[in-house]
RNA sequence: GCCCUCAUCGUCUAGUGGUCUAGGACACCGGCCUUUCACGCCGGCGGCUGGGGUUCGAAUCCCCAUGAGGGCGCCA
């Protein structure tokens, strides 16, 4: 049975890094009809936070994940918070035998400096004295002499001289143990067969396997994967541009297009846009690249907007809709045509890559004042605009069978009438009725539009203090 | 400093000894379309880090150098 678990520590927001290295387990979870299992590691109590724990799972969740085992789902490998396995002292029991085995000992610290190790004894009531003393006592494991030597699914043999490690603090004096301990406790109390993640997690192999072999445990197999770095190939980091998948989502990056373009960095496939999901049977760890990538926002964006354009009109308004409300920018009376909202979206979504922008081409089709700007208010300052606009008002009060066709006509033959030129008289009246110079077709969103806006618009404008 | 990993256009990649004068995608540049902005279409620029080997032949195999990333916490 093939386990694979994500194990993050709650002490941030997801990281793109990390939601990677979470879809990579997935698949190939899935891919083998293996357990996909969520374990959160809050052995940090000063940084653990559970807002986090909750917006790693959203976050996690909107990227189209699900786990077979975790702390929200339960499990018959439970309980899946570090903290809690605390709780239960699932712990101890290996702890105590790496004591009895003698390797492992306590360390007893000078009072003033819990840096400085003054003694290292293997009786527990020993260290209970001096802990009671006031000393600072942590529990470490000797490394023993020789070589490492493990198999990396993606990088091969690998060989560690011990000597170049130091023996490791396995519990802290707080009684918390520590990362390189916990984990391989749970990964085998949790029946993980195979290991998978970010490559910072290389080095501390050696050390996790020794512990490993003192405890007689067996082996789980291991991968790790490469890092993402910013443009300029140093990691990726706030001052690139956001390095969460909360930012992302924040700025109207939508789920389908995240998770291609993070597949596609690395994964060797030969598609663009495609949906990772549909193509679990294709994934194979060995062919996820072994070097570090670096993360190409301007390629997010691009395949973002594919898959704008691509989905089903209805999916983008649904997107759109819960977007927006999580994040606050708009309320829900521009939901109340449904075949309305629809039709402005489509015409939208094909001259915009991102929610955000989307956004602000399809405000100005919904009720409200229009807010006119600078060089909107200049456009329909421009000498004989009234002029224009009244006989275009006309124009379009005429039309018979509404249809873009017919309004394409209708304001092309104003135009003719007027001797002015296409592109002056159109934007004109695209600042008219949409307030902005940057529109979607203007012919389509007069149609879109319908005739009653679209009048009511221009007559606000002949009759404003604008002009 | 010590240890580990990696190395094809600016970026993500295809390529596994001859079919490579190295293919695709994003970005960039130019053109077309055109009512703004885009989308779309067409074209262009652009790369095997360097040096030694092995071989009839190397982007592909080996060694060294260089560069980049990671680790060396009572953080994970």
Known sequence: MIRVRFA??????????GARTALFDWLFARKNGGKFVL?????????????????????????????????????????????????????????????????????????????????????????????KKGHSVTVNFKISKGKTVFEDIAKGKM?????????????????????????????????????????????????????????????????????ILGPDGTPLSKRHGGTSVDHFRAHGIMSKAFVNYLALLGWGIEAEIFNPIKRINDFRLENISPKPVIFDYAKLEWM????????????????????????????????????????????????????MILRDFAEPFFDG???FDEKAKNILDSSHSQLYLSSALTAIKDIHDW??????????????????????????LRVAVLGKTVTPGLFESIYV??????????ENVLNGKEI
């Open 8 to 17: 993050p520590s709650p002490t941030g927001y997801l990281h793109v890094g």
């Open 39 to 131: 374990r959160i590691e809050d052995t940090d109590t000063q940084r653990s936070t559970k807002e986090s724990e909750r917006s790693i799972i959203e976050d996690l969740k909107w990227c189209g994940l699900d786990w077979d085992e975790g702390p929200d789902v339960g499990g018959e490998f439970g309980p899946y918070r570090q903290s809690d396995r605390v709780k239960f002292e699932m712990y101890d029991e290996p702890l105590n035998e790496l004591l009895k085995s003698k390797k492992a000992y306590h360390a007893i610290y000078e009072i003033d400096d819990p840096k400085k190790m003054i003694k290292k004894t293997y009786s527990g009531s020993e260290a209970k004295e001096y802990r």
């Open 159 to 227: 060989e560690f001289d011990n000597s170049t490690f130091d023996d490791l603090v396995i519990v802290k004096s707080n009684g918390y143990p520590t990362y390189n301990f916990a984990v391989v406790v749970d990964d085998h109390l949790m029946q993980i067969s195979h290991v998978v993640r970010g490559e910072d997690h290389l080095t501390n192999t050696p050390k996790q396997i020794m512990i490993y072999e003192a405890l007689g445990w067996e082996l789980p197999k291991f991968m790790h994967i490469p890092l």
């Open 304 to 355: 973002n907007g594919q898959h704008m354009r691509k989905m089903p009109i209805e999916i983008l308004v649904k997107e759109f809709r819960e977007w927006s409300q999580k994040y606050s920018l708009s309320s829900l009376k521009w939901f109340e045509e449904a075949s309305y909202t629809e039709n402005v979206f489509e015409i939208c979504r094909q001259k915009v890559n991102d929610l």
């Open 369 to 371: 004042e229009l807010n």
């Open 403 to 428: 249809s873009v066709e017919k309004v394409e006509k209708a304001i092309r033959t104003v135009a003719e009438k007027e001797e002015i030129s296409k592109k002056k008289f159109f934007q004109i």
């Open 449 to 458: 539009l319908g005739r009653e806006r679209t009048v009511l618009r221009i």
